[in-house]
């Protein structure tokens, strides 16, 4: 059983820099940030695969965001800067056990099986 669990979230000020911590226990392969507006669809931030040498962005964060992991210290993280009002969303972590690839990073939802409660960020203008 894999569990997640995401720190770090909070309000901010436009410009400015956070960063997310999702803390693992079990085994996963890549993982990833998603993140959900208020009145909205959850949408796909940024994933890395287990290896760490492979990552995605969602165009609207990248230059901003940087995803990292420390398989050592099973914590996943994601370094948030030049932050917008428009980044306010409850962020949440997701991670995939059934794949083997160190190598592989995916996009979409349905390719994660495990996911964390989610952390709140709030950018204000």
């Known amino acids: 059983q894999v569990q997640l669990v995401e720190s770090g979230g909070g309000l901010v000020q436009a410009g400015g820099s956070l960063r997310l911590s999702c803390t693992v226990s079990g085994r996963t392969n890549f993982m990833g940030w998603f993140r959900q507006a208020p009145g909205k669809e959850r949408e796909f931030v940024a994933a890395i695969s287990r290896s760490g040498g492979n990552t995605e962005y969602a165009d609207s964060v990248k230059g901003r965001f940087t995803i990292s992991r420390d398989n050592a210290k099973n914590t996943m993280y994601l370094h948030m800067n030049s932050l917008k009002p428009e980044d306010t969303a409850v962020y949440y972590c997701?991670?995939?056990?059934?794949?083997?690839?160190?190598?592989?990073?995916?996009?979409?939802?349905?390719?994660?099986?495990?996911w964390g409660q989610g952390t709140q960020v709030t950018v204000s203008s």
């Open positions: 997701a991670a995939d056990s059934r794949s083997y690839s160190a190598l592989v990073v995916r996009i979409e939802e349905s390719a994660y099986d495990y």
